[in-house]
């Protein structure tokens, strides 16, 4: 199986401009492609996560990575899948989250020897004589088109800024300038990134009477359609300081049983033959599956270490059939717990306050999480419907509280 069969085995391909033509370049390792990553955080989180490993992927097989950091378009903000205006953010501030990206990609890109390059649109966006711009882009963009383009159509509504109908020509000046001074052929993106990556290889087109290509990758969604990499407290982030190694792995050992094998396919480095064999696996075996996810990725992005740390961890919590002998346990009849437990209840009874107002204090400070997930909610109510895949409601209090919440 050559490198393109292999990345549409995996589910990895959305939509690609000439199908034979990227398929020659990435299989022959011809391709320098780029991935663009906005710096609109001080980390890198989950809905990176896939092109990072794609980026991997493609360098493995003897392609040259290009990573893009949005210094100069993180001062504009993508309106893609947007309903609102991003936040506008200082210079200072997006150059302490470039500085931030560029670390936490070298685990998964090899930058050393030329074999990699990562660079900053900043260099040359900032810089740009908006006359002189607008005279070298803007006759080669029909605003009839851009308006046609399903990242602006979902914007009319409620209001597109001329600040944001820029990003599309921003982005494509990125892989025109890319293609000049690095030979870049191919860029990879979102699939919601779609007719902004067509702007980029009709501008070289047009300027340069050259073909470029682009090619979208797979939106990582659950089994209900929603992206990945989102819990009742926000983003699963990459630095461990702002999602420690501990819950990145228990965000993907909790991941729904119709979501486990396509995360294996697309996100982990396993041959696709051993995946497949854990297909059929259902009960004790996928919750198996499920830990081979969670130490695959967490391995990924925190190293061996860490992830041996978070498996012996979670092991040793929940290695008698989900129910921990370490562990203090309060159980309620289960038709009781069917009714629904409010958080503050759940805090009192099981000691982990001595008030509601205290349960209170504690929620209102993110101070409570229940399987893995903050409790932001003081009204938040639990059933047997919010088990976890081993059968319990684990409550943790700060970092370091365990209590398990069960019905009989």
Not at 197 to 206: A, C, P, S, V, Y
Request: proline share 2%; net charge negative; hydrophobic share 40%.
């Amino acid at each position: 199986m050559n490198t393109y069969e292999e990345l549409k085995e995996r589910g990895l391909i959305a939509q690609v401009t000439d199908e034979q033509k990227v398929a020659d370049l990435i299989n022959k390792g011809e391709a320098t492609f780029y991935i663009g990553f906005d710096p609109t955080a001080d980390s890198l989180h989950v809905g990176h996560f896939m092109a990072l490993c794609l980026m991997k992927r493609l360098q493995m097989a003897g392609n040259k990575p290009i990573a893009l950091i949005g210094g100069g378009t993180a001062m504009v903000g993508d309106p893609s899948g947007k309903t609102d205006m991003r936040q506008m953010m200082t210079k200072e501030t997006i150059e302490h989250n470039v500085a931030a990206f560029k670390k936490q990609m070298s685990r998964f890109i090899d930058f050393e020897d030329d074999k990699a390059l990562l660079v900053n649109n900043a260099d040359w966006l900032l810089d740009l004589n908006y006359v002189e711009f607008l005279r070298e882009v803007g006759p080669h963009f029909s605003v009839n088109n851009m308006l046609r383009a399903e990242c602006y159509k979902q914007r009319m509504e409620k209001g597109l800024s001329f600040l944001e109908f820029n990003y599309m020509i921003m982005q494509s000046y990125d892989f025109y300038k890319l293609f000049q001074d690095y030979g870049c052929n191919l860029q990879f993106g979102g699939d919601d990134q779609w007719s902004n990556m067509l702007g980029g290889t009709e501008l070289i087109r047009r300027k340069l009477g050259e073909d470029a290509s682009a090619m979208t990758i797979t939106l990582l969604l659950n089994s209900e359609g929603k992206k990945m990499g989102k819990t009742v407290s926000g983003a699963v982030w990459l630095d461990a300081e702002k999602t420690s190694p501990y819950d990145f792995y228990q965000y993907w050992r909790n991941v729904d049983d119709a979501d486990v094998i396509k995360c294996l396919k697309m996100l982990t480095f396993l041959p696709l033959e051993e995946i497949k064999a854990m297909e059929s696996w259902e009960g004790s075996e996928l919750n198996k599956a499920k830990e081979i996810l969670a130490y695959e990725l967490t391995n990924l992005v925190h190293g061996e270490e860490e992830a041996k740390k978070a498996d012996a961890a979670a092991k040793s919590m929940f290695g008698n059939g989900g129910i921990s002998g370490d562990i203090p346990t309060t159980t309620y009849p289960k038709s009781e717990l069917d009714e629904g437990k409010d958080i503050l209840t759940l805090l009192v009874d099981a000691e982990l306050a001595k008030s509601r107002g205290e349960a209170r204090r504690l929620v209102q400070q993110n101070g409570v999480s229940a399987n893995s997930e903050k409790v932001t909610e003081i009204d938040a109510t639990f059933t047997t419907d919010d088990y976890n895949e081993d059968g319990v409601i684990l409550i943790k209090k700060g970092k370091k509280v365990f209590h398990q919440i069960k019905g009989e």
